[in-house]
């Protein structure tokens, strides 16, 4: 098919042609004597991203899974209390991979659609008298269902109880385009990956940990080798890695923080904002369809999971995107499988771009026989996009 494949999954994300550059050059010594010159700039200018002073921030090759794996080998010991709640298929993910590790789980199921119970965790952390939860754990941006969660109202739920329990954030969707602030929010672990917010390949696992998560490590008892904070520390310090690294992702990797924050990180989190809004007005007052997340507060500005009527496969919405438009839209996962498809919108994208796409979503529902108007949705985009743009360039100005 002619033309380029439009990605609107949530994630990997469209890689900038400057940043794919960056990426395809040639391999190079990650010993050399000067190689520092180029890490120990990278390692603190990504702490500007996480929004931390204190923290430290670790690459590892691997995925956003790689670094929970970290996360928890690093600072948690098997029989460690653990809160967490779970709301879609990646929070699900991250309580099998505490149960793996011999934690004790402490789930607090919830609604899809919904995010994490702050009310609840409070309660729950109030009748810890005995302070026996180690760790909170909370995934900021759920990209099965397009919820994101108050991850500063956890925080306030810890210190209302004056606990002491580390607080844990899967920022994997979230970091580099919703804004987080780690020390504010007093985030003991933030994991990310390279594929998302980022605008890279896979291969980035991306953590950063607090000063009281470091402290942890010395008693967490955990095996752990390939993850070991302790054996990044000794030879970060010195701008190496304990093994070898993914040179080319990190070159790639210091071409995203500079155009993160060349564009500034509020302005970012601004057109995301923007972005994810005339899609959701597309949704809702063009096609007259719903959003997986169940009220405004949950929306996502990363991704939207859209329901599809009653007797529709959700399915069949991405086969059929994929195979007559050349989209690629994100499927329903585990509970939402069959009813919800998902469009991505983080990373490096416009308003075109987004028009594009919800044009070929639009082509894709009529096709099936979901009972949409053409050109109800991207109306509603266009005139959102088109009244607000002005606002938007005068903020990104100041």
């Known amino acids: ?34 190689f520092p010159e180029f890490t120990l700039p990278l390692f603190q200018d990504l702490k500007k991203i996480f929004k ?37 298929q990646f929070s699900h993910l991250w309580v099998d991979m505490l149960e793996r590790f011999k934690l004790d789980v402490d789930c607090i199921d919830v609604e899809w659609g919904e995010g994490v119970p702050v009310e609840e965790f409070a309660k729950r952390l109030e009748a810890d008298t005995n302070k026996e939860i180690k760790a909170v754990f909370a995934c900021h941006n759920e990209t099965a269902t397009g ?47 390279s594929q998302k917010g980022f605008m890279l390949p896979t291969g980035l696992a991306i953590v950063a940990v607090s000063q009281k998560a470091l402290e942890a490590r010395h008693t967490a008892q955990h095996t752990r080798c390939f993850f070991d904070f302790e054996d990044m520390i000794k030879t970060n310090a010195q701008g190496y890695f304990p093994y070898t690294p993914a040179t080319t992702l990190l070159r790639g990797l210091r071409a995203s923080v500079d155009t993160l924050l060349g564009e500034g990180l509020d302005n970012v989190f601004a057109r995301h904002n923007r ?15 719903d959003l997986c997340a169940k009220e405004p507060k949950w929306y996502s500005d990363t991704v939207s999971a859209i329901c599809v009527p009653e007797g529709f496969d959700s399915a069949e919405v991405v086969r059929h995107a994929y ?49 949409v108007e053409a050109g109800s949705g991207v109306a509603q985009a266009v005139d959102y996009y088109r009244t607000t743009r002005g606002q938007a ?6």
Not at 55 to 64: A, E, Y
Not at 153 to 161: C, E, F, N, V
Not at 393 to 398: H, I, K, P, T, Y
Request: with cysteine; hydrophobic share 45%.
């Open 393 to 398: 360039l005068a903020a990104a100005a100041e």
């Open 323 to 371: 195979y007559e438009y050349n989209i690629s839209l994100g499927v329903g996962l585990s509970k939402v499988a069959g009813k919800v498809f998902r469009i991505g919108h983080l990373g490096s994208l416009n308003e075109t771009m987004l028009l594009g796409v919800l044009g070929g979503v639009e082509m894709t529902l009529r096709d099936l026989g979901i009972p």
């Open 52 to 88: 931390t002073e204190t923290g430290q921030v670790f690459l590892f090759p691997g995925s956003g899974t790689g670094g929970w794996e970290a996360a928890i080998t690093n600072t948690l010991s098997p029989g460690d209390k653990v809160l967490i709640s779970r709301f879609g």
């Open 147 to 193: 919820v994101t969660s108050d991850i500063a109202g956890i925080r306030k739920a810890l210190d209302a109880a004056d606990h002491p329990a580390m607080l844990y954030v899967d920022g994997v969707s979230s970091i580099a385009s919703i804004d987080f602030c780690m020390d504010e929010w007093g985030v003991d672990l933030a994991v990310s990956g």
């Open 1 to 34: 098919m002619a033309g380029r494949n439009a990605l609107f999954i949530p994630g990997p994300t469209n890689i900038p042609d400057h940043i794919r550059s960056a990426v395809d050059l040639s391999m190079e010594d990650m010993r050399a004597p000067d």
């Open 275 to 289: 972005m994810a809004e005339g899609v959701r007005r597309a949704v809702t007052e063009g096609w007259g369809l």
